[in-house]
């Protein structure tokens, strides 16, 4: 049987691991990127057991993983420093916390191992049913298989008519890395997530060195928003934790979050996958989860099957219920942090006492990904 081809555009998580993924299996891979250089937003990330086993599977764990941080527990505190609910990760399974930067070069390395192409400064532009791909220099290719992994706005997916609905939640973060001092702010190796009014400040230990900050608030909460940080306003939402918000400077980024939905995952010879097919706000921590689960899946289904639209159908509906069910309980999370105080803080604490929804929350963490 002649080799088969893929072209894929991003080399994001989701591209990364379709290339390593697609590549073991005697597949010949071109990964698009359009930046200069590998690149991600300057953040944390958390990988759960769905995402280490997808690590390991494509052979990226243990570079991945290397000086990452295995909290002691998730906390959920009040705008007083309060504790609503404590949950010890060896209740639910282990996660990391990692840069973001370090998680994206373990997979390329990955994939290049397998012997899958990564090219810079390539931008696709456009693809067709038929399995015929554009780059912006004018390049033409054809593939079996194009993997259109180029984010929520993607090009490809909008071409192809795919999108069914595209949502703004109503919020969003400022993202933050920077340096561990130690000190009393934050020594803490327990991820902790504060609550003040509508306003919510995310602590994360990313190893020794790095500490991850996501400072979320609604999208008309000017000032909770504005870069460089307004120290002084989210000092007042966090007075224990206002040297900790004066150390920030000029650093992060915002981002709104927003959720994504298809029509379909694929047409004809291109599949969509990562945020450009089910992009989900942060709430959860399985963006990347879900997105390097479905990438794998995404190889193991058109390995499989040599009937690549029966392969296709047949991913899309192995994988996609428990990324809808990821999604909504995300868009939960999140509507519950809109609620009064007094009633955002006995959800969460119920929220931990219960072992149903603590299920429902954690399904996903759960979850042994098709391929592993």
């Known amino acids: 049987m002649a080799r088969r081809h893929a072209e894929i555009s991003g080399a994001g998580f989701a591209g990364l691991t379709a290339a390593a993924a697609l590549a073991q299996r005697g597949w010949s891979v071109r990964v698009h990127e359009r930046a200069g ?23 990226a764990y243990d570079e991945a993983v290397a000086g990452g941080h295995q909290a002691p527990a998730r906390e959920t505190r009040d705008a007083r420093g309060r504790l609503l609910a404590r949950l010890n990760t060896s209740q639910d399974g282990r996660v990391y916390t990692v840069v973001r930067q370090q998680l994206l070069e373990a997979v390329a390395q990955a994939a290049r191992r397998a012997g899958a192409e990564i090219v810079m400064n390539s931008e696709v532009v456009s693809a067709t049913p038929r399995g015929e791909l554009t780059l912006a220099s004018g390049e033409r290719a054809t593939a079996d298989l194009i993997v259109a992994a180029d984010g929520v706005n993607s090009r490809i997916r909008d071409a192809l008519g795919l999108l069914k609905s595209r949502v703004t939640m109503g919020d969003g973060a400022i993202r933050v890395l920077m340096p561990r001092r130690g000190d009393a702010v934050d020594s803490a190796d327990e991820i902790v997530e504060h609550w003040s009014g509508k306003r919510r400040l995310l602590y994360v230990p990313c190893g020794k060195p790095w500490l991850y900050l996501a400072l979320t608030t609604l999208l008309d909460d000017t000032a909770g928003q504005a870069l460089p940080l307004d120290a002084r306003t989210w000092g007042a939402s966090f007075p224990h934790l206002r040297p900790l918000l004066e150390r920030i400077g000029t650093l992060g980024r915002w981002d709104p979050f927003e959720t994504i939905h298809l029509r379909t995952w694929s047409s004809g010879r291109v599949a969509v996958v990562g945020d450009a097919a089910h992009a989900q706000a942060p709430n959860l921590g399985q963006g990347g989860g879900c997105a390097m ?12 099957d040599p009937d690549l639209g029966s392969a296709l159908r047949r991913w899309e509906a192995r994988e996609r219920p428990l990324t809808e069910h990821t999604q909504r309980v995300s868009r939960l ?9 007094r009633l955002r803080s006995f959800t969460f604490n119920l929220a931990g006492r219960s072992h149903w929804l603590l299920e429902q929350r954690m ?5 042994s990904p098709t391929g592993t």
């Open 293 to 304: 689960m479905n990438a794998l899946g995404l190889a193991v289904a058109v390995d499989q």
């Open 363 to 367: 399904r996903t963490a759960h979850h």
């Open 333 to 341: 999370y999140g509507a519950v942090g809109r609620w009064p105080e």
């Open 37 to 59: 250089s590998l690149r991600t937003a300057g953040a944390g990330i958390f990988i759960f057991e769905n995402g280490l086993k997808v690590l390991r599977a494509i052979g």
